[in-house]
């Protein structure tokens, strides 16, 4: 378990950055957190430091963007809109959790215990006027992911 404060929006952007060089296909990171809590904003600081030099939307909408950066294909998901597990059943998404992509989540609490579960889970809390972050490994990869932030 690891415990940050986020002051401003520039700090989640820099935590999204730390975390970009750990993530590799096969992987999962769960982002929790009420609305408003920097989710979507964590993963624009990965995704540019990743290289990605366009937008980063939030897919509350469509449910989930695909990106082909670095060596990397990366699905952003926000299951915000999921009403309930029935959902993911039909959605077909279970396909996109595998060897071959990273996996970023949003509300992974909308699908309930159907979602693959994460190697790490970052979760956001308000600590106003910035944020907090409380992230915990569940796999020996994210341990070693976490340990590689630890180590900066
Ligand atoms: N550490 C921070 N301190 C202050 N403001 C922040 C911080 N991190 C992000 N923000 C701001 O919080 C707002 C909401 O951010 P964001 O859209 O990333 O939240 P979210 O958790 O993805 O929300 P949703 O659940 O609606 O998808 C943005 O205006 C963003 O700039
Ligand atoms: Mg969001």
Not at 17 to 33: E, F, K, S, T, Y
Not at 49 to 63: F, I, N, Q
């Given at each position: 378990?690891?415990?940050?404060?986020?002051p401003d929006e520039s700090a989640t952007l820099q935590l999204g950055a730390n975390l970009a060089p750990g993530l590799a296909p096969g992987h999962v990171l769960w982002l929790r957190g009420e609305l408003g809590t920097g989710k979507t904003t964590l993963v624009?600081?990965?995704l540019r430091a990743l290289g990605h030099a366009g937008a980063v939307k939030s897919p509350t909408y469509t449910l989930v963007e695909l990106y082909s950066v670095s060596r990397l294909n990366?699905?952003?998901?926000?299951f915000y809109r999921f009403k309930d597990r029935s959902e993911w059943l039909t959605s077909g998404f279970r396909e996109y959790f595998g060897a071959d992509s990273a996996c970023i989540v949003e509300w992974p609490e909308r699908v309930g215990g159907l979602l693959p579960p994460p190697d790490l889970e970052v979760a956001l809390g308000f600590e106003e006027p910035g944020r907090s972050a409380a992230l915990a490994a569940h796999t020996p990869f994210g341990q070693h992911w976490l340990s590689s932030l630890r180590s900066g």
């Amino acid at each position: 378990m690891l415990n940050l404060k986020l002051p401003d929006e520039s700090a989640t952007l820099q935590l999204g950055a730390n975390l970009a060089p750990g993530l590799a296909p096969g992987h999962v990171l769960w982002l929790r957190g009420e609305l408003g809590t920097g989710k979507t904003t964590l993963v624009r600081g990965l995704l540019r430091a990743l290289g990605h030099a366009g937008a980063v939307k939030s897919p509350t909408y469509t449910l989930v963007e695909l990106y082909s950066v670095s060596r990397l294909n990366l699905y952003h998901f926000d299951f915000y809109r999921f009403k309930d597990r029935s959902e993911w059943l039909t959605s077909g998404f279970r396909e996109y959790f595998g060897a071959d992509s990273a996996c970023i989540v949003e509300w992974p609490e909308r699908v309930g215990g159907l979602l693959p579960p994460p190697d790490l889970e970052v979760a956001l809390g308000f600590e106003e006027p910035g944020r907090s972050a409380a992230l915990a490994a569940h796999t020996p990869f994210g341990q070693h992911w976490l340990s590689s932030l630890r180590s900066g």
